[in-house]
């Protein structure tokens, strides 16, 4: 016998559109390549790097004392989901920049993480309060799931650009394949262009 109530269910509708090809997801999938890494808030530094080079560094707490931000934004994994209105805090990546003295806005970076993961990005996707290192999802810290004690937060690619447990930025003069890039992922990665793979 068939039901309304099982064969009826629907996915739940967006208020506004999503990229192509993603659903609406109210729940928060965790999607990490291997275990989740310790971090000892001690040892904790967020680098900026450049040819091998320092050119900035702070420790948790320098981190926390610079001036945080908040960012109400929509998030598309390449698995397909969309989160709508996540609510994120941390340090802008122009923050950082300034902090650091860094005048160039050109070429490429690669984000590190704890546990070795990486991914690239435009510096310029990372520039105009288009990212941030957060530290608190929904008023909380950010959970060690999800990449706490920070992760990289690049709303407008898809999330696996978004790098958790991130501990620095190595800047570059051309662009280099990240983890998930080296795999056939997208080098970009817009979800409105549906560029999840290399050849999309
Ligand atoms: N360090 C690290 N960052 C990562 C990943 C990972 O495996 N390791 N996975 C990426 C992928 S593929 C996605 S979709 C998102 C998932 O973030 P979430 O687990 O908070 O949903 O993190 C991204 N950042
Ligand atoms: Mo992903």
């Known amino acids: 016998m068939l039901t309304r ?9 967006p208020h506004r559109p999503l990229p192509p090809g993603q659903y609406l997801e109210n729940g928060f999938p965790v999607l990490s390549a291997g275990p989740t890494p310790r971090v000892d808030l001690d040892k904790w530094t967020f680098a900026i790097e450049n040819q091998g080079a320092r050119l900035a560094a702070w420790t948790w707490q320098e981190f ?15 698995t397909k989901w969309s989160k709508l209105d996540t609510e994120w805090k941390g340090v802008t990546i122009d923050t950082l920049l ?5 005048e160039s806005r050109d070429g490429y970076v690669m984000a590190f993480c704890d546990g070795g993961y990486t991914t690239n990005l435009p510096l310029k996707d990372l520039i105009d309060g288009k990212a ?10 950010l959970r060690p799931e999800h990449g706490g004690p920070a992760r990289l937060l690049v709303p407008h690619l898809y999330f696996w650009k978004s790098a958790k447990w ?11 394949p990240g983890f998930w890039e080296a795999y ?10 549906e560029q999840r793979y290399s050849y999309d």
């Open 5 to 13: 109530g099982f064969f009826g269910r629907k996915r739940p509708q």
């Open 64 to 78: 926390l004392a610079l001036p945080q931000t908040a960012i109400t934004t929509d998030i598309h994994c390449v």
């Open 98 to 102: 300034q902090a650091a003295g860094m």
């Open 132 to 141: 941030m290192v957060a530290h608190q999802y929904d008023g909380a810290p």
């Open 166 to 176: 991130v501990r620095g930025i190595r800047l570059m003069h051309a662009d280099a």
């Open 184 to 193: 056939g992922y997208h080098m970009y990665g817009d979800p409105w262009k």
